[in-house]
């Protein structure tokens, strides 16, 4: 079983409960061997266990894509908080917003979902990444 069996189960579990759990990684390709992998051995299992995924890959588009570069998560709608990393890229904390900034984390997000492709559809679309064994 996978390191991360336990984690995909509880995706599945969640799914079949009617949890939904949903992202969109924004991303620039020529994907990094980071990108690559993450998408490979991290949303390939992710997304068949229940995760849904989508990729928004802004260098695919012939106008700018205009969204904040801020990571952040919102939780049950009613919460966010976004992501801070250091200069290596590393997280080293979050900071919860107030609740007067969340139809702005709403209306971020709707507008990248409206952008984005499924994971399974973006991966599809890009063999030239898959790793060949």
Do not use: N
């Not at 969109?24 to 994907?31: E, K, T, Y």
């Not at 904390?93 to 499924?118: Q, T």
């Amino acid at each position: 079983m996978l390191v991360k069996g336990p984690w995909l189960e509880r995706l599945s579990r969640d799914r079949a409960a009617g949890i939904r759990r949903y992202r969109v990684h924004l991303l620039r390709s020529p994907l990094s061997d980071y990108l690559r992998y993450e998408c490979e051995w991290g949303y390939r299992y992710t997304s068949a266990a229940g995760e849904e995924v989508y990729i928004l890959d802004t260098a695919e588009f012939t106008e700018p894509v205009d969204l904040p570069a801020e990571d952040f998560w919102i939780f049950d709608d009613e919460h966010v908080v976004v992501m801070d990393y250091d200069d290596g890229g590393r997280f080293v904390g979050g900071d919860l917003r107030p609740p007067d900034e969340i139809p702005v984390y709403h209306d971020r997000r709707d507008f990248a979902l409206s952008m984005a492709v499924p994971f399974e559809q973006y991966w599809a679309e890009h063999p030239q990444y898959w790793r060949h064994i």
